[in-house]
């Protein structure tokens, strides 16, 4: 277990509405990364949160935002859902070093849009 | 574009045998290559990272090569069991300033009795 949890585990929302999914970090993290993985495919970055600022960016439109909190916690909200929005969402959170950062998932939201 | 592949075909092999999986890339200069192991309907977990000025590293029955000439990463599990049945990812990072993972859509990896 990574220590990153989030939640809901599980989600169905209808076309139109709109979701939030939130993530606690592991301990001593500062940074949480949001990812979408779609059946059979890859994880695809959304965002990154570095200590409440967004710090980059993937090619997803403006209706996916986010927030970070002061305890380093982060939530992910979609607007005006679509059914390709029908995916399982990861959290990940890493503790710059530098280098690299080795990225610790969560067990991921299932979102399903109907 | 960049892209990042991985034998989309799941790989079958008997315990025991050695699995190795491969992931090659076009467009990209990573400064680093992660693997992970995915289990249906939970999250990556982190296996090994190889730097690109490394040629191999290993941890216990993995190894990973990384050939930058070659745009090509090779991940071997040795003495492979049951257990290790899973997908693997295979991810890049560049040297961007921030540490985001641009993932392969992995592959299955089935190890018999």
């Known amino acids: 277990e990574t220590g990153v949890t989030q939640s809901p585990t599980h989600l169905i929302k209808t076309r139109g509405q709109q979701v939030t999914l939130r993530c606690s970090s592991q301990?001593?993290?500062?940074?949480v990364s949001w990812y979408q993985q779609a059946l059979g495919q890859g994880p695809q970055f959304i965002f990154q949160?570095?200590?409440?600022?967004?710090?980059g960016r993937g090619n997803f439109p403006p209706r996916f935002s986010g927030l970070q909190f002061p305890n380093y916690s982060s939530e992910l909200n979609v607007n005006a859902l679509e059914l390709d929005d029908s995916a399982l969402y990861l959290c990940?959170?890493?503790?710059?070093?530098?280098?690299?950062?080795?990225?610790?998932f969560g067990p991921g939201t299932r979102l399903t849009v109907l | 574009s960049q892209k990042i592949e991985q034998n989309s075909e799941a790989l079958n092999i008997q315990e025991g045998k050695t699995a190795t999986l491969t992931c090659n890339y076009t467009?990209?200069?990573?400064?680093?290559l992660q693997w992970y192991r995915q289990d249906p309907g939970r999250g990556p977990v982190f296996l090994l990272l190889?730097?690109?000025?490394?040629k191999e590293k290993r941890k216990e029955r993995l190894k990973v090569t990384f050939d930058t000439t070659l745009k090509q990463s090779l991940f071997h599990i040795t003495a492979s069991q049951p257990a290790d049945s899973a997908t693997y990812l295979c991810?890049?990072?560049?040297?961007?300033?921030?540490?985001?993972?641009?993932f392969g859509k992995g592959t299955m990896l089935l190890v018999s009795p």
């Open positions: 990940a959170s890493s503790a710059p070093s530098g280098a690299t950062d080795t990225q610790y």
């Open positions: 301990s001593g993290h500062n940074t």
């Open positions: 949160y570095y200590r409440e600022e967004e710090n």
């Open positions: 467009n990209y200069s990573p400064a680093y």
């Open positions: 190889i730097r690109e000025n490394e």
């Open positions: 991810a890049l990072e560049g040297a961007s300033g921030y540490s985001t993972l641009t």
